[in-house]
């Protein structure tokens, strides 16, 4: 039997992603929702399609760590929001680190670092990614209820102020473009 490399455990492994639900929509009967490796898709691309109009950011770097930002996922699963409260704090964090090392170890430290920078939210960039992740949820959530989903308001709680904090203006922009379109607005929005 030949020896077994690395990387192609590794690759292997996160081939997985594509059948790990994004466990929100999923509480709330999106019958099939995306996976974890469409969302790190998805975010990937909006972190590369915004970058460039943010001057500080560099967007190679944005674009690794929105790669990494979820793959431990292949072991934990998506943990929805909804139990976080049941951890004792900081020990999900934990977790995801230790997951984090040792899936990404066939990388040497760039995997771990990176993981660890997007984690710890001290970086532009990695504050900037985090902003964009929160942003592709609510997209994906738009999506859902232009299909017809209903039950997903709870998405939507506090959003437009998030948006007015946002030291990023191109997702700034966007954020509030995206509630002013939203299929379901309220009476007075949109």
Same mark, same amino acid.
């Given at each position: 039997?030949?020896?077994?490399?690395?990387?192609?455990?590794?690759?292997?492994?996160?081939?997985?992603?594509?059948?790990?639900?994004?466990?929100?929509?999923?509480?709330?009967?999106?019958?099939?929702?995306?996976?974890?490796?469409?969302?790190?898709?998805?975010?990937?691309?909006?972190?590369?399609?915004?970058?460039?109009?943010?001057?500080?950011?560099?967007?190679?770097?944005?674009?690794?760590?929105?790669?990494?930002?979820?793959?431990?996922?292949?072991?934990?699963?998506?943990?929805?929001?909804?139990?976080?409260?049941?951890?004792?704090?900081?020990?999900?964090?934990?977790? =995801? /680190?230790?997951?984090?090392?040792?899936?990404? %170890?066939? #990388?040497?430290?760039? !995997?771990?670092? *990176?993981? $660890?920078?997007?984690?710890?939210?001290?970086?532009?960039?990695?504050?900037?990614?985090?902003?964009?992740?929160?942003?592709?949820?609510?997209?994906?959530?738009?999506?859902?209820?232009?299909?017809?989903?209903?039950?997903?308001?709870?998405?939507?709680?506090?959003? =437009? /102020?998030?948006?007015?904090?946002?030291?990023? %203006?191109? #997702?700034?922009?966007? !954020?509030?473009? *995206?509630? $002013?379109?939203?299929?379901?607005?309220?009476?007075?929005?949109?």
């Amino acid at each position: 039997m030949a020896d077994s490399h690395p990387l192609l455990d590794l690759f292997l492994e996160l081939q997985t992603l594509d059948r790990v639900p994004r466990s929100g929509y999923a509480l709330r009967g999106i019958a099939e929702p995306e996976s974890v490796s469409e969302h790190s898709f998805h975010l990937a691309f909006m972190v590369w399609s915004l970058a460039d109009a943010e001057p500080d950011i560099d967007a190679g770097r944005a674009v690794a760590l929105a790669l990494v930002h979820d793959l431990v996922e292949v072991r934990t699963g998506d943990l929805p929001r909804t139990v976080a409260h049941a951890f004792p704090e900081g020990a999900k964090a934990r977790a =995801e /680190a230790a997951v984090g090392k040792d899936l990404l %170890a066939p #990388l040497g430290s760039r !995997g771990a670092d *990176l993981f $660890a920078e997007y984690q710890a939210k001290e970086t532009l960039e990695a504050r900037f990614v985090s902003a964009c992740d929160k942003l592709q949820v609510r997209v994906k959530a738009s999506v859902y209820e232009s299909w017809g989903a209903r039950g997903l308001d709870d998405f939507w709680d506090g959003f =437009e /102020a998030w948006c007015d904090e946002l030291p990023f %203006a191109s #997702l700034r922009r966007l !954020g509030h473009s *995206l509630t $002013a379109n939203r299929p379901l607005s309220p009476p007075g929005r949109g």
